[in-house]
């Protein structure tokens, strides 16, 4: 290339490069026209939504009033309507409208007043509408009919079988039924029979009856072909356990706690006083020569169940355990059974009946002892009595709950182990 086309070719390069720049802000006003007109497009698309909603919103508007309107009309014409038709069907109670005379004129409708006419005409061209029977809120009996007589229901007279100490509870609660028929007069001699049978099992279980005792008292010559069971003491043990009397399956075995749904071995071995193993009932005998446990009753004479039982042979075994327990001086007594400490605080505090003290609870009875005679002994010299504690009967009807009858067997056992300890006496352990 020549130099003077090559001096050409540079400066048309220099004057393109030049117009460059002149040539960008051209671009960037069309740029900007361009938005502006886009953002003004939006704006009124935008308004025009808003109209068009706001005019639907009115048109709704509009047409609920006037729903609103029709429906308050058609409520007015329906109780012009339910008036008339109200005034034609009323008649004063108890009169009887005879079929043959004609019925009382009907009340002409009036329709109510309203500013268009086409609703009016609407209002009265509603038809009646059909009035239910309203329910009479007491049943009353027509004229003429009688009063059918109500049979009453079989009525039961339950006497259920009270818990002895030993736990060995017949499941003979004695129960009566007596099927009635008609009412009235039948009814109130029932209830006066039950009423009497009642008062005759109360005298029973006093002792006043007799009769062989599944519901009630039961002389001694009942059970006489069986034997009782001994005791097991020796002098100074740690703890007596004191239950009810025997019962029948137990005086057949001839050991204490023999039937197996009582729970007596179970809860001493629980609790640790027996901490070994579970003894069978037929080593009661073993208790006071290896763990310094004894086991007597309150009475001797076995029988089916507590009820059989008269009250005054309850108070009087009282007697003769606190002259037992006196003999063998042992350092507490454990009574298997609420009814057995009621007895002997009923005789030790000289009243009939135990008293219902809220908040009574089983365990230690504070300020009680048992086998101390008066003038034996000062205060803090010697034997002052056994004390006592009081653990619910181990029978397997008794409802409490096994937990907390577990938690009383555990406190005595934690007593009985100290004071074991404290005197040196070594027990047979778990191996």
């Not at 006419?117 to 027509?142: E, G, Q, T």
């Not at 009939?352 to 086998?371: L, N, S």
């Not at 009967?393 to 300890?421: C, F, H, I, Y």
């Amino acid at each position: 290339m020549p130099p003077k086309t090559k001096v050409k070719a540079v400066k048309k390069e220099k004057e393109e490069k030049l117009a460059e720049p002149a040539a960008k802000p051209t671009t960037t006003t069309t740029k900007t026209t361009t938005t502006t007109s886009r953002a003004k497009a939006v704006e009124v698309k935008v308004k025009e939504e808003k109209t068009m909603i706001k005019k639907e919103v009115v048109k709704k508007e509009k047409k609920e009033v006037v729903k609103e309107e029709e429906e308050e009309e058609e409520v007015r014409a329906t109780r012009v309507t339910r008036s008339t038709v109200g005034a034609t069907l009323w008649k004063p109670r108890g009169e009887v409208r005879d079929p043959k005379k004609p019925a009382p004129p009907a009340v002409p409708v009036v329709a109510a007043s309203s500013s268009s006419s086409s609703s009016s005409s609407a209002a009265a061209a509603v038809p009646a509408p059909k009035l239910k029977a309203k329910r009479p809120s007491k049943f009353v009996r027509p004229k003429g009919v009688a009063k059918k007589p109500r049979v009453p229901p079989t009525v039961a007279v339950k006497r259920a079988a009270e818990d002895d100490g030993d736990g060995d509870v017949g499941r003979g609660g004695k129960v009566r039924k007596v099927e009635v028929e008609g009412g009235g007069e039948a009814r109130g001699n029932v209830e006066e029979k039950v009423e009497e049978d009642e008062e005759k099992v109360k005298e029973k279980a006093k002792g006043k009856g007799k009769g062989k005792g599944k519901g009630g008292y039961a002389p001694p010559e009942t059970y006489a072909h069986l034997n009782g069971v001994p005791d097991a003491l020796a002098e100074g043990l740690v703890l007596v356990l004191v239950g009810l009397n025997p019962g029948v399956k137990t005086a057949m075995v001839g050991h204490c706690y023999s039937d197996p749904t009582n729970r007596f071995w179970k809860y001493l071995h629980h609790g640790g006083l027996t901490p070994d193993r579970i003894l069978p009932s037929v080593e009661d005998q073993s208790l006071p020569a290896k763990y310094s446990l004894g086991t007597t009753n309150l009475l001797s004479r076995p029988t089916l169940n507590q009820s059989e039982l008269s009250e005054q042979e309850l108070l009087d075994g009282v007697k003769s355990l606190e002259e037992k327990i006196g003999r063998f001086k042992p350092e507490a007594v454990c009574i298997v059974g609420k009814k057995i400490w009621e007895s002997i605080y009923c005789v030790k505090m000289g009243v009939k009946k135990f008293p219902k003290v809220r908040g009574w609870e089983y365990g230690w009875q504070e300020g009680m002892a048992i086998g101390k005679k008066e003038g034996e002994g000062g205060e803090g010299e010697g034997w002052q009595g056994a004390r006592v504690f009081v653990v619910p009967s181990t029978s397997g009807l008794v409802t409490m709950p096994q937990r907390e009858m577990k938690a009383q067997w555990e406190v005595l056992g934690d007593w009985v182990n100290r004071r074991r300890e404290a005197r040196g006496i070594k027990v047979p352990l778990a191996p």
